[in-house]
């Protein structure tokens, strides 16, 4: 009997994997455990660090709609390997910091490149292989960027006690090119079909059915079609009402992930948790979120994806608001980490797929990039608006509590969204 050959579609997931581990290099957490050693050294309040944040998540917003539909015509290929040889470049000039401007230089062309393109690769490389098993595929491939969340901040606070900050952002910038670089120039394709595929390992010979057969297929209880998908343009895909409010949710999400992600290590040292345990609980919470994002991609091929999505919302939007009362004892916040983190872990994968689901996978490099400015503006302003808050106040009662309702607020608004009906001319 013959061997049945593993489908390709799960070498991209791999990939996409370890583009999201290494792509952590750049996010709030990580930035997060050099802010008090880095302010200590060079003066600079927390406003100041979190800048950087600013300006590199506003000019990936420009390069979203730029890299959208390259990614749709040409592939991830080539874009993901100059992408990550850029920024590994960018930590590793970190190493060297000695002013303000070659922080916002430095990190935030590492994440523009992160935040834009490579999320980008990500989203649509998956999306455009994965059809029917495409929620397993999406949790799996962003599992990466978890895992990373959880590890790469533990590791960065044993070299910066060990070595030094410098040390740091050295050896974290040729991990991003090691893991990730090569194996995106060698594996990434664009879509199945480019290598006589079909989505999900389909034999190509089992499309080729009669009317009759196709007829009856049609029947079948089916969220997703070979047939007729989609091809959304800029100007259609602005006209829906489903753009907007799928534009509103991914906004909430990077404005209070971005925030919550950067700020809540420096929340629980600012309440007497020692770093070294802060740290922990940020990675126990990264781990749970990993393993949520995978078992929300599962149930997602079950369940509808926008009635998980808002629920997903409004349920960590309750939860986060408990961060007070659970910092009062380390068990507590443990306990808060695993609850929140596995249900947070939900809506990265989730969002993604109700973009592809509402516009389908022709078009979602475009789509998406399209919304890239909006997204990033969001995640701009997610820690900056909270660490103004917090200069001028000295407390994250405001922000936190901002980050609670409109969590709530999106929640309800995806629960009553409708993909969009008419057909793109």
């Known amino acids: 009997m013959q061997q049945k050959k593993i489908f390709y579609g799960w070498t991209i997931v791999t990939v996409t994997f370890l583009i999201g581990l290494t792509q952590a290099g750049v996010f709030q957490n990580v930035l997060a455990i050099f802010l008090k050693p880095m302010a200590e050294e060079f003066g600079w309040n927390r406003s100041i660090i979190t800048g950087s944040i600013a300006v590199g998540s506003l000019a990936g917003g420009i390069l979203s709609p730029l890299v959208g539909p390259y990614l749709d015509r040409h592939g991830p290929r080539k874009a993901a390997f100059w992408g990550i040889t850029i920024l590994s470049a960018g930590l590793i000039a970190l190493s060297q910091l000695s002013s303000v401007w070659q922080l916002y230089l430095f990190f935030g062309t590492g994440r523009m490149i992160a935040s834009s393109l490579l999320s980008l690769v990500v989203t649509v490389s998956v999306s455009n292989w994965f059809i029917e098993k495409r929620g397993r595929a999406m949790g799996i491939s962003q599992l990466g960027s978890r895992i990373g969340i959880a590890f790469l901040p533990l590791l960065v ?183 929140y983190g596995t249900i947070r872990g939900g809506v990265l994968p989730l969002i993604f797929l109700l973009w592809t689901e509402f516009y389908g996978r022709r078009s979602s490099g475009t789509v998406l990039g399209i919304a890239g400015p909006f997204q990033m503006a969001a995640n701009a302003a997610g820690p900056v608006s909270a660490a103004i808050c917090f200069d001028l106040s000295h407390n994250y009662r405001i922000p936190f509590s901002a980050f609670t309702f409109l969590l709530i607020i999106a929640g309800f608004l995806c629960l009553v969204a409708k993909p969009p009906v008419s057909k793109p001319v």
């Not at 949710?249 to 309440?271: E, K, R, W």
């Not at 997602?300 to 007070?324: D, H």
């Open 157 to 339: 606070q044993h070299i910066i006690i060990s070595y030094g900050w410098r040390t740091a952002w050295a050896v974290l910038g040729i991990i991003v090119f090691a893991f990730s670089a090569l194996p995106s120039l060698i594996f990434l394709k664009r879509r199945p079909e480019d290598v006589g595929l079909l989505p999900d390992g389909i034999a190509p010979e089992k499309n080729l059915e009669n009317d009759a057969e196709r007829a009856d297929k049609k029947k079948q209880p089916s969220r997703f079609n070979l047939e007729d998908e989609p091809l959304w343009t800029r100007k259609t895909a602005f006209r829906t009402t489903a753009f907007w409010q799928l534009v509103f949710v991914m906004c909430v999400i990077y404005l209070v992930g971005a925030g919550a992600n950067f700020h809540l290590f420096p929340f629980m040292t600012d309440q007497g948790l020692p770093p070294s345990m802060g740290v922990l609980v940020i990675t126990v919470l990264s781990i749970c979120a990993a393993f949520g994002g995978v078992l929300f991609g599962f149930l997602a091929e079950r369940i509808s994806v926008k009635i998980l999505m808002g629920w997903v919302l409004i349920t960590i939007g309750i939860i986060f608001y408990l961060v007070f009362w659970a910092v009062k004892e380390p068990v507590w916040m443990f306990i808060f980490a695993v609850v």
